[in-house]
Every structure is written in structure tokens, then in C-alpha cells.
């Protein structure tokens, strides 16, 4: 190969030479002999390129990804390698790149862009070349991707991953316990009105441990104080939310505090009768955090800003997997995956039934159909 490869510039300068001679007599050039010899091309390098591949995740040993494309001036014959024989093979004359013998790299849930280096060499020079491998998201069960979403957002909207401070995320669940009974005060509408009791009934359809929210006639009777009306209100009634509210150009604002004989009030203010901005509120007084899908089209009712015109499924079902008895307070989160999972499977779960059987004994099974 290498002395093929030598040879090439030096036929042709004879067949220009000897052509030049047949067409007659103005071609007097006759190039010596001499001065051939030393014009040997000197070799250089190979070229390649960083490339970029899909690959629907879960592959199977063996499936192809693709072609590492690498060229060489001289056209010698190239040789591939790659520095993740354990999750990738490449054929070393072709570049033809394969899934090796461990795939469990290539789970979407886990990982959604691989990068591998590629090296190729002519026998004398190498280059190397990053290849990025981008996996597609299949459905690859037992839960269908949107019901992973579903406790992704669970799980951000509930530990407060809002945060993006790993310090400050929660370790538990905390739900709200023993209902809500709602105390509708300031411009109360029949508008307003209506477009309240129509989230109760919406989130109390979704509730299955009990809990349940209800609006109430006296301030005394309630655990949460609603105020419809401009902000402006807000600065006698709960002057210490007031600073707060106005310097975020907030339109609605909730929070829980403890008074001093130890019972819990949450105030709930909205500047509008509108119905997302208030179950954006209530959301928050379920326990929920802001969420992060917050992107068209799919924007939750928990985005912290331009709220959606109506919450997503998904918020929904967040409010009925958090008030499931399933998910009690206090649970510690590393238990979520394996409690919502089973929910969404509609299996028992192993977390509660242990409960049931240190207390019930035998009996747990009845109790868990009541509970
Ligand atoms: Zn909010």
C-alpha cells in the first residue's frame, strides 16, 4: 500500500510528459528524470469531524447507530477506535458504529446525550473526534412516559426543586391534613363564587384520603382566608404580606402561618376572578411548589408566571397521587418512585401495607380497602 500510494504522482508526470511530446514540436519541455525522483508528497494526517448520531434508547447488542465519516488526502486505508469499547464498538476499517455488550447506558430516563471519543489513523498520523449520541424516548414501560412526567413533576413541585438549591430541597413529603374550609371575603362575586366552587369540586373529586376543601360562612369557622379584590386591600388586612405581594407585581399570593395558640391559618389573596390564578393559590396551599413546565404548549397551572388558561392533566393528577392514602406525610421521598409507580399500576403498596400489618396484624388487607 505505501509504495502504491508513492507511485501514483509519478506515472502521471510521465503520461503530461509524453503527451506533451506527441503533439508536436512547440513541446520541447522534457522534464529530467532527476528532478521526479525527489517530489514525494509527504503524508498528512487524516480529517474527521465531531459527528452527531441518534439512537432510540433501550438498543438491543449489535443494533447499528451509524457511520463514522473520516477522510484522508492520500486515501490510505483508515483504521477507527473508539475509547468506550464497553458501550460502543466501531468497525475499525469501516467506522460502522454499534451498540457493544452493556446497554444499560442507553436508558432515556437516566441519560439523554452520550459523547464518546473516536480516533483515526492512517499508520502514521491519528486525529480524534467527539461523537455525540443523542438518545430518542420510547415507551418503554411499565409506566408510559407521560405518567414518568407526571412524578418528575411530583417530585419538583413537591421538594421544592424550585430551589435549584440541592441544600434546600425537602426530604419528605408534606401534604396538607384534616381539610380546608374556606372563608370567601373582599369583592366576592357570584362570578367569583362560581369559579371557586367550581375548583373544589374539581380537586375534591381528586382526593381519596380524606381530604376535602369546603367554603365556609364565618372567619371563625375557617382555616383559610380568601380575599378577592386589589391589592391595595391587602395592605390592612395583612400588612405583613403586603410589602412582600407589591414588590413582586405579584397578582395573587398565598401562605400558611401558625398563630400563637398553635393553629394553623393560610391566607389566600387573588387580584382576579380568574380561575387558573386561583387554583395556582390553592395549589400552593395543597403543599405544591412552582413548577418547571412552563414551556408551550404545555404550561402547568404551578408555573410561577403566565399561567396557562386552564391547569394541565398533570397538575391533577399531582394533586391526586399527593392525596392518595397511599402518600402520607412525612414520607420520606426516596419512597416516591416505588409509591407513585404503584398507584399508577394500580398495585398495593408495599410501603403501607407493612404499616398495616405491624398494627393490624392480620388483618391489614380490610383496613387498606377503608383506609
Ligand atoms: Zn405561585
Known sequence: MFLLKKSIPFLMLLLIVSCSKEEGAKTTTIIPEKKVEPIQPENTGPTIQDQVFTLSENPTIGTSIGTVLASDQEADPLTFTIDSEQYLTINATSGELQVSQDTTLFDFETVQELEFEITVSDAEFENSAIITLNLEDEEDGPLTNYQKEVIYQF?????????????????????????????????????????????????????????????????????????????????????????????????????????DNGDYKNTLWVNATNTVLFSHELGHLLALSHSDLCYEPKRSMMCASSLPAEPLPLDYDILRYLYHPDVYLGMPATDIDEVLTNIMLNLPSSKTQKVFKTKHEGNYMKNLMTY
Open 155 to 259: 417530585k419538583y413541585m413537591l421538594l421544592y426543586y424550585e430551589s435549584q438549591n440541592p441544600e434546600a430541597y425537602y426530604e419528605s413529603i408534606y401534604k396538607r391534613e384534616g381539610g380546608l374550609q374556606l372563608f370567601l371575603d373582599g369583592n366576592v362575586t357570584d362570578e367569583f363564587e362560581q369559579n371557586v366552587a367550581a375548583t373544589l369540586e374539581t380537586y375534591n373529586a381528586l382526593f381519596t384520603d380524606g381530604m376535602e376543601i369546603t367554603i365556609v360562612s364565618t372567619l371563625e369557622e375557617a382555616n383559610v382566608h380568601v380575599y378577592h379584590g386589589p391589592v391595595e386591600a391587602i395592605k390592612d388586612l395583612w400588612p405583613f404580606h403586603y410589602d412582600y405581594i407589591v414588590s413582586n407585581g405579584f397578582d395573587g399570593y398565598a401562605a400558611g402561618y401558625q398563630l
